[in-house]
């Protein structure tokens, strides 16, 4: 007897405790359900002292009513009800037969008629515990809140330490959406009974609810305290350290869980997912290889190992992974896609071509492989067919702003930029705020003289993203190496150097405004340190070659014409090589002609 009752009244309190996991708000959904079934024990009434506190049945009663305990086990739901209605025909006054019936109903949906023999139990007994929980669950079943409130309400009335009645309660102002009752209601349970795991866990779910990260972190590490072992717990604490974006943390919770259960997959996964996420692939890569070991026939593995081996440059390693995987999956197209990649970090552009074509054969639709046909065709040193394949991208990918992009690099690369402006501006046509296109718009309008139209392409691009390094050295230095709005150039060009400090074409954009300014020391002071970075430019060093002349250094103006013109023949700096060497000249002959200074014989 004691053993069914015990089983029954179990189901029914993890039916109301479910409630509490069926949040809908981002990222809760994913928790585990906490149903603190120990807890639901001691709740609940023992078995014993009802049937000291309730009698049960008649013996002849409860000879039938074991008869359809039998009948239920069997899953004849039939037989079982004819049996719990001969017993309550027997005893008619027993509210133990008739909560049992009414759980057989719950069980088949028949909620009206279950709903009956509660009331009828409550009838005879008004305080009966376990009628009134299973019959606020039915009303809760039913989106019957009042009434469920009501049920709940008196049974703590009856019983305020009857932890199950809290966590019915706050469910279903859950479900209300009264998040402040429901915090009402759990705090209330936690005061009164502080060790409560399952109330600790709820309350952590609905801060999680809030998005109140931190004071969910705390409940669920509150619970973990009092039940250490327990592994739902551990990865409720983990999502909660995952949205506050506290990765180290969440990882520190998963190695617990790890050292708890070495097999668990679940836990290397994530471990895996988190170290990815910090790019700290090395680890990431110990955790993939454990799940590979444990589940060797789940060949998905291989493919991850694959990818993080390829970001790690183990190139040889990630082959190997990538071509095991393809043995089972050919025509996988992310496989496929790394392994290509690989072909064309180790240069071997003709095996990159191959395998970007079979991509091509699996899905014609693929962009990314018409497009690196194109690049691995100019590697190859094949021009024209590269050309071809971009224009041909063009009409195969018309809605793909990137296939103008690069139609308009290969048209720049032949110095053509009238015809790459005429495929920026086509592109811009299906997309006018697109940055990329703008950018380079900009780009060949400055290669062809076109200033204000470019100065205007450039504001385009900075009023879309702001703090687009490029744009903002672009417009700042044309403006600077014209002299004009100087004060306008420098704020530019500071807006590119707060994004990438250590750019040296932006900080010789800065030491040109700084000379134009006429601020010769700071203009040698920043653009020494653009050199230092960029020593190959020869721009850098003809504006050094600049500045030190105008600073009266010739000698050192000298060496930085002759590096400039080192690096890339110009015949401007050239011609200012020459002039400098003939004033160097023109002056050491000065020199020499100045006549002797007249000394007169002392003897």
């Known amino acids: 007897m004691n053993r069914f009752y015990k089983y029954a009244v179990m189901s029914v309190c993890c039916l109301g405790l479910s409630l509490l996991g069926s949040c809908t708000t981002g990222g809760v ?19 014993q002292s009802v049937a000291t506190q309730y009698r049960t049945a008649t013996p002849t009663a409860y000879y039938y009513y074991q008869l359809g305990t039998l009948a239920a086990i069997a899953n004849d739901i039939s037989m079982a009800k004819g049996y719990y209605h001969r017993a309550i025909q027997i005893d008619a006054d027993s509210t133990f037969l008739r909560i049992e019936l009414a759980k057989i109903l719950i069980s088949e949906g028949n909620l009206p008629e279950a ?13 009966n515990p376990a009628a009134l929980m299973i019959l606020g669950s039915l009303y809760t079943r039913r989106q019957q809140y009042d009434q469920a409130i009501t049920i709940y309400t008196q049974l703590l009335e009856l019983d305020p330490d009857n932890i199950n009645a809290y966590l019915y309660l706050a469910s279903i102002y859950n479900q209300q959406g009264q998040t402040q009752r429901v915090l009402e209601t759990l705090r209330q349970l936690i005061e009164l009974h502080p060790e409560s795991i399952s109330g600790l866990y709820h309350l952590g779910k609905i801060y999680m609810e809030l998005q109140d990260y931190e004071k969910a972190a705390v409940q ?24 506050q974006q506290d990765y180290e943390s969440a990882i520190e919770v998963y190695m617990q869980m790890f050292r708890l259960d070495p097999q668990d997959e679940q836990v290397l996964a994530q471990l895996m997912k988190l170290y990815l996420h910090l790019g700290e692939n090395d680890q990431a890569l110990v955790y993939a290889e454990k ?12 493919l991850q190992i694959g990818i993080i081996q390829y970001e790690q440059n183990y190139y040889q390693a990630a082959k190997i992974s990538l071509e095991r995987y393809l043995e089972r999956h050919p025509k996988n197209i992310d496989a496929l896609t790394y392994l290509a990649l690989i072909f064309e970090d180790t240069e071997q552009y003709e095996r990159a071509l191959e395998t970007w074509q079979q991509i091509i054969d699996i899905d014609p639709t693929s962009f990314e492989a018409h497009t690196r046909i194109g690049f691995m065709l100019e ?14 991208n063009v009409t195969l990918f018309p809605e793909e702003a990137k296939a103008y992009l690069f139609l308009g690099f290969a048209y720049n690369k032949n110095q053509n930029y009238q015809s790459a402006l005429n495929v920026f501006e086509q592109g811009l046509q299906h997309d006018n705020d697109h940055v990329s296109l703008n950018f380079y718009r900009g780009v060949a309008l400055e290669r062809l003289g076109e200033f204000d139209k470019a100065l205007e392409a450039f504001q385009k691009v900075i009023q879309l993203q702001p703090d687009h390094a490029n744009a903002n050295n672009y417009f700042g230095y044309m403006l600077a190496d014209r002299g004009i709005r100087l004060d306008e150039a420098f ?9 990438d400090p250590d750019n040296g074409a932006y900080i010789d954009s800065l030491g040109w405004v700084y000379f134009q300014k006429g601020m010769i020391d700071e203009a040698i002071r920043e653009l020494e340190r653009a050199v230092q970075i960029l ?19 010739l000698q050192k103006a000298l060496e930085h014409y002759e590096k400039s013109l080192e690096r ?9 090589l020459n002039d400098l060497k003939a004033q160097m000249q023109s002056a050491q002959n000065h020199n020499h002609q100045e006549p002797p200074t007249d000394t007169k014989d002392t003897q």
């Open 291 to 302: 799940l590979r070991e444990l589940d060797s026939a789940n060949d998905k593995i291989d």
């Open 379 to 392: 590697q190859l040193e094949q021009h024209d067919q590269a050309f071809e394949v971009f224009q041909h």
């Open 568 to 576: 890339e023949f110009n015949e401007d700096v050239q011609q200012k």
């Open 491 to 499: 704020a530019a060009i500071q807006n590119a150097l707060e994004v």
């Open 29 to 47: 959904s994913q928790l585990p359900d906490h149903t603190g079934q120990r807890e639901v024990a001691i709740a609940s009434e023992d078995p």
């Open 535 to 553: 020593d190959s430019d020869p721009i850098i060093h003809e504006h050094l070659g600049d500045a030190y002349q105008k600073k009266g250094m």
């Open 115 to 127: 709903e009956t023999q509660l009331q009828d139990a409550l009838t005879i007994q008004p305080e």
């Open 220 to 243: 669920f590490q509150r619970a973990l305290d009092l039940s250490p072992d327990d592994l739902q717990l551990y990865q409720a604490l983990a999502f909660a350290y995952k949205f």
